[in-house]
């Protein structure tokens, strides 16, 4: 900011925001830290993304969270002129290759966007897991699951199985990690339930997006890492299932922390208490 008078500001926009812990969590974190900043919350309809991030852009803000449908929305084109011009100045390479931005960042150059949601992920499962040559099956290769198979890859593991209720929307993914410069195998698996868990796979991510219902699973068993994303106060049917199974259970809970935590370091330089964070969601969910 010009001014040390002026507080910095970080936002959620949200599609809808309601029931979104970002400012909460943020909140605390930002109280931890000892920084005067602030934390706003905003409804956003994707056709007004646009000017939501012009705003932004325009006030000075140190950037903001996208949740739902507006992650994708940040990461498309709109006609200005005669030419296409992006809603947002720069991107990561897991931006780009999610198709979505799930932080936006203002630098001197403008709005950059992150996808910080397949880095939570990877470094939820890495407190239970070791990557390397790890093979892993992806349930959903919707945005924050291509982000996921992106880290992973360059994570070292050895083999990613994709699978989606969209035959589409599976092979695309399959086909663009196959084009990557990484030695992971790159596999497609059926997605008619149940999902067909390997025997020569040790970990399992399953992402699904709104109004999607939960991925149900053959071969579930107690040798298995099992990452749901799923944000919900009690067991979600995922990690219920999991936890019958004797899997090791990462919930949506580890996830969220994990991927706040790189958020607000992103934005502010501070590496933030994980587990303050985590009493904090806990608080959250259950108040």
């Known amino acids: 900011m010009t001014s040390p008078a002026l507080q910095d500001i970080v936002a959620l926009l949200g599609c809808p925001a309601a029931g979104n812990p970002a400012q909460y969590l943020f909140e605390r974190a930002i109280s931890a830290a000892g920084l005067d900043w602030r934390f706003l919350t905003f409804d956003v309809l994707p056709e007004r993304l646009a ?164 991925a149900i699973f053959s071969g579930l068993r107690a040798d298995l890492v099992l990452a749901d994303t799923e944000l919900v106060e009690q067991p979600s049917v995922v990690v219920a299932a999991g936890q019958k199974a004797g899997c090791c259970v990462v919930d949506g809970l580890e996830v969220h922390v994990a991927k706040i935590a790189i958020d607000f370091q992103v934005l502010t330089g501070t590496e933030p208490d994980t587990d303050m964070l985590r009493e904090a969601l806990e608080e959250f969910l259950s108040g």
């Open 51 to 214: 000017q939501a991030l012009g705003g932004i852009d325009a006030m000075g803000f140190r950037g903001c969270l996208l949740s739902g449908a507006l992650q994708e929305g940040a990461m498309k084109e709109r006609v200005m002129g005669e030419g296409q011009v992006g809603l947002l100045a720069h991107a990561s390479p897991a931006a780009r290759f999610a198709g979505a931005a799930s932080l936006v960042e203002h630098q001197a150059g403008g709005l950059f966007g992150h996808m910080t949601d397949g880095r939570g992920i990877v470094e939820a499962l890495r407190a239970h897991a070791d990557l390397t040559a790890a093979r892993v099956v992806i349930a959903g290769a919707g945005p924050t699951g291509r982000a996921t198979a992106l880290e992973l890859a360059l994570a070292g593991v050895a083999e990613i199985l994709v699978a989606d209720r969209s035959p589409q929307r599976a092979t695309t993914l399959v086909e663009r990690l196959r084009e990557l410069d990484t030695s992971a195998e790159i596999t497609l698996l059926t997605a008619e339930p149940p999902i067909e868990i390997p025997q020569r796979a040790g970990i399992v991510v399953v992402s699904r997006g709104q109004d999607e219902s939960p």
